[in-house]
């Protein structure tokens, strides 16, 4: 190692600054004794080359420890070891045997002996630990590049994995590529084909992939070790700063097919667990600011159902959050974030509900973020649910209900009508008291966590056993039905029905007021064998295969001809969600069921039909729903005599006939229509007759 020069370094930005001076390292801990910053000659040494400790005079400013160092580059990497008071019962666990991640690190190094249990204990663990990376400022050439900003009306989103998107031998992508950013970039014609304009990326943010159950890999990757760094797993490019550009050079090229990016981010918890878990880095530094603690201060509240709960409200914790949202949007060009068990932000530094949470108000308010698209999973593991009530005036939620109210709909539960058509017009019952629009209602009937569609429609309960859980893991409320068989079938009755079924969910997602949202090879039918939690399946469970492109090229088919209608019938257009009522009030939209103008809401009926009158675009758009399991007919609503209906959607049938586009679409001569058993229907004209 070059000969450093050392001095006593600023407090003025967390983590390491690259300045011709130097580098500059700060961190915060409020109660250490003293800080010992470790310098590694690479990723496979097993101590450090060099330990340079930390004044507490000369190095310290108020909580914040720092030193500048001459002579040292980007791509080196450190580590710290903090001191302090081994006090659990009074929420202080310092122990500097562990070497500590910066909680700013832009990049992370884990070797191929990284040991999770040897950051238990109390034991030296520099032999097995991650590694934090210097990191060079910002020379990256983004080419003109800028976050899109796609209006939400006219968003369609693919939630996805990075990994197990081209993992599988049959994606196309080369060997070296495969379940990376790079394999991604490979992949982009497929969603531009199918119409996607938004990507959600389960995490990447480096995380724990030890995390799991013995001998399964965290393949989710909801066990953060860094709010910063790219995970390096997911980098085709394998030197030290490789992520970081890697993961620029993917945003980049989604962003020239017209793709946003928007990243599901963990700040609810961190992959250090309870008490009993490793120390990797917050721990370390300052266990009761970072974490919430029980009374006794030595266990840890755990309202994310992982073993511990970030302390989201403290100060420093609050600022770690921006930073690193800041971070994401002005160096790495990201156009939005998908707030995991969000409802976790909403409390305060002993778990209680806030009735305005600091973080989320600091989020709603930045000027750096005004423009990226902000979605909150609004519930948590600790029984708080707040679709529908959360904190803000911009936040877009995921909509749980639309899920499970579309999902019993179709399966023929009673007393779905009413709710049915409340999920149809974006959930005004939810969100109507916020005056938004209607695309703060994320639409979706599945996600990562879940059966897949095909699942949905192929298994009565949840097969988790290879999760190692005696199944006792996922959900247990799934709204599913296997139609006679659990698991594959071979028989053709069963195989059509839950073929139709497949696409009745996409078309009531698709065809909603709202934002959908589809779950990644949903278009094609994949399956992961009724796992509803396949959080640790690295493996063709949790893949994508590629081969059912032909063998579902109905499905996808559909999916693609699916996007194309919602464009052509204007259900993207913005529309306020305080208008809906003076929408209804002037008859824009008109409910019916077999007859005309007469729904029937009862709790025994199956079947719902509506008529919209879309006067921007001037067409007269009509949808039966029928869940029954015999055919229904249904009147249709009288049309101007040089106008006939068009039948643009029938998943009662065989494709090509399921999906047509307007201009080809078979006419309808009749006044009424037979839609078969669980099957929907989507009629257009293009004259509408008014009296205004």
């Given at each position: ?11 003025r ?8 001076e ?12 003293r800080?010992?910053l ?21 190095n ?38 562990k070497?500590?991640?910066d ?6 190094v ?21 590694k ?17 900003h ?24 080369p ?12 992949k ?39 709010f910063?760094?790219?995970?390096r797993?997911y980098?085709?490019d ?20 017209g793709?946003?990016?928007?990243l599901d981010?963990?700040y ?9 878990g490793?120390t ?8 009761s600011?970072?974490?919430?603690l029980?009374?006794?201060n030595?266990?840890y ?14 100060s ?18 990201v ?6 068990l969000?409802?976790v ?15 989320l108000w ?29 904190v ?8 749980g209900?639309?899920r ?9 539960d009673l ?6 058509g409340?999920?149809?017009l ?8 916020e005056?938004?629009?209607p ?5 979706f ?9 095909n699942?949905?429609v192929?298994?009565?309960q ?11 893991d ?6 599913s039905?296997?139609?006679?068989v659990e698991?594959?079938?071979?028989s ?8 139709r ?56 088919r559909?999916?693609k001809e ?8 204007g259900f993207?257009?913005?529309i306020?969600k ?5 929408v ?24 719902l ?13 009509y ?25 643009v ?33 989507t ?6 007759k008014?009296?205004?």
């Amino acid at each position: 190692m070059n000969k450093l020069e050392i001095s006593a370094g600023e407090c003025r930005n967390l983590g390491v600054t690259v300045t011709p001076e130097g580098v500059n390292f700060c961190v915060f801990s409020k109660n250490a004794t003293r800080v010992d910053l470790l310098l590694f000659s690479d990723h496979t040494s097993d101590r450090p080359s060099r330990e340079i400790t930390l004044s507490p005079v000369e190095n310290r400013t108020f909580y914040y420890w720092h030193i500048l160092v001459k002579g040292l580059k980007p791509g080196q990497l450190y580590g710290f070891r903090v001191h302090g008071p081994w006090d659990p019962k009074n929420g202080m666990r310092f122990n500097p045997a562990k070497v500590l991640l910066d909680p700013y690190s832009r990049a992370v190094v884990v070797n191929d002996v990284y040991n999770r249990d040897a950051a238990c204990g109390m034991e030296d663990n520099s032999g097995s630990c991650m590694k934090s990376v210097i990191a060079p400022a910002d020379g990256y050439d983004w080419e003109g590049d800028n976050p899109l900003h796609h209006p939400l009306g006219e968003t369609i989103i693919y939630e996805m994995h990075v990994g197990g998107f081209t993992l599988h031998e049959n994606s196309g992508v080369p060997p070296e590529k495969r379940g990376t950013y790079a394999g991604l970039v490979e992949k982009i014609p497929y969603l531009k084909n199918l119409g996607i304009t938004a990507v959600e990326l389960l995490p990447i943010y480096q995380f724990d992939r030890h995390d799991a159950p013995d001998g399964l890999p965290n393949y989710w990757g909801y066990s953060p070790v860094s709010f910063f760094a790219p995970h390096r797993e997911y980098s085709s490019d394998k030197s030290t700063l490789g992520p970081i550009n890697e993961f620029r050079d993917m945003v980049k090229a989604l962003h020239r097919a017209g793709i946003e990016v928007i990243l599901d981010v963990v700040y609810n918890h961190t992959a250090e667990g309870n008490e009993n878990g490793p120390t990797l880095c917050w721990k370390g530094f300052e266990n009761s600011a970072y974490y919430i603690l029980e009374n006794n201060n030595s266990s840890y509240s755990n309202y994310s159902g992982t073993g511990n709960t970030l302390n989201a409200n403290y100060s420093i914790v609050r600022k770690m959050i921006l930073d690193s949202l800041h971070y994401w949007v002005e160096e790495m060009h990201v156009d939005g974030f998908r707030f995991d068990l969000a409802s976790v932000l909403s409390r305060g530094e002993s778990g209680e509900l806030l009735k305005n949470p600091p973080i989320l108000w600091d989020i709603e308010s930045d000027t750096i973020l005004a423009k990226t698209k902000l979605i909150a999973e609004a519930w948590d593991a600790g029984g708080l649910y707040q679709v529908g009530s959360f904190v803000g005036d911009r936040w877009q939620e995921w909509n749980g209900v639309f899920r499970d109210d579309v999902r019993r709909f179709f399966r023929g539960d009673l007393g779905t009508v009413h709710n049915l058509g409340l999920r149809l017009l974006a959930s005004p019952d939810i969100y109507e008291h916020e005056k938004r629009e209607p695309e703060q209602s994320i639409n979706f009937i599945t996600c990562h966590d879940g059966f897949t569609v095909n699942d949905l429609v192929s298994y009565n309960q949840k097969h988790n056993m290879d999760n190692r859980e005696n199944n006792r893991d996922g959900s247990n409320e799934n709204y599913s039905w296997n139609y006679g068989v659990e698991g594959p079938s071979d028989s053709p009755e069963i195989e059509s029905i839950r073929n139709r079924q497949v696409k009745n969910f996409l078309a009531a997602t698709l065809l909603s007021l709202g934002t959908p949202m589809i779950l990644m090879g949903d278009e094609v039918r994949r399956s992961q064998n009724g796992n509803n939690n396949a959080y640790c399946q690295n493996n063709e469970t949790s893949w994508f295969d590629w081969s059912l492109l032909e063998k579902h090229g109905d499905v996808l088919r559909f999916v693609k001809e699916l996007i194309r209608l919602r464009y052509d019938l204007g259900f993207t257009l913005n529309i306020r969600k305080s208008e809906l009522v003076r929408v209804l009030a002037r008859n824009k939209i008109e409910w019916h069921g077999v007859k005309l103008n007469s729904p029937d809401w009862s709790s025994t009926s199956h079947s719902l039909a509506l008529a919209v009158h879309n006067r921007i675009n001037n067409k007269l758009i009509y949808v039966a729903l029928n869940a029954y399991w015999k055919p229904l007919r249904f009147e249709l609503p009288p049309t101007d005599p040089s106008a006939l209906w068009k039948l643009v959607l029938n998943t009662a049938e065989p494709s090509p006939a399921d999906i047509t586009p307007y201009h080809d679409a078979p006419e309808i001569t009749d006044s009424s229509f037979t839609v078969n058993p669980r099957s929907m229907i989507t009629l257009v004209t293009e004259y509408i007759k008014t009296d205004d």
